[in-house]
């Protein structure tokens, strides 16, 4: 299949919401069990924080990748939390990896010197894919909250980008 990473566009907000909310249902990616609308996902668009999206030939778009905030004091204004999501007919055809390579590569370009994520140690299919894209594992929060009535663990990954990489 061949697909194409981009910026995310405001009229990417529909499928952005839709692919976001098979993950919120397969209850493996996300703490998040409310379905988002597309207008909740337009809030996302604050001109800081990448956003991008994979299409297919067509030109259906079939995975995102996004940064939000991190923490809101001054000292973590380079780092950026993320999440990569593919919908679930395009899952384990490489489309994550290429969301995730142009997220890194206009984070990098924005100025941010980290990205940083939390995984369910169950999503075995992130955790390689973050192990391919250079990520490290740093550690596991134990019951950092519960889905579904359950603790749920997360594996803490993170990796660095421009010059904070190449010191």
């Known amino acids: 299949m061949s697909v194409t990473a ?9 499928a952005i919401a839709s692919i976001y ?17 597309a207008e909740q996902i337009t809030g996302w668009f604050d001109g800081r924080y990448p956003i991008v999206v994979v299409e297919d030939g ?63 140690p169950e999503n075995g299919a992130s955790l390689a894919l973050m192990a391919r894209m250079g990520f490290r594992e740093v550690g596991t929060y134990r019951r950092h909250g519960k889905l579904n009535g359950q603790w749920r663990d997360c594996v803490i990954v993170e990796r660095l980008l421009g010059e904070a990489a190449a010191v």
């Open 21 to 37: 909310n098979e993950g919120i249902a397969d209850r493996i990616a996300t703490f998040e069990t409310e379905p988002r609308t």
């Open 58 to 120: 067509g030109g259906t778009v079939v995975a995102f990748a996004s940064c939000s905030n991190y923490r809101s004091r001054d000292c973590y204004a380079g780092i950026a939390e993320f999440s990569v999501y593919v919908g679930r007919r395009h899952r384990g055809a490489g489309v994550g990896h290429v969301a995730m390579t142009a997220l890194v590569e206009v984070a990098t370009a924005v100025g941010f010197c980290k990205l940083i994520s939390r995984v369910f």
């Open 6 to 14: 981009r910026a995310a566009r405001i009229s990417d907000a529909e």
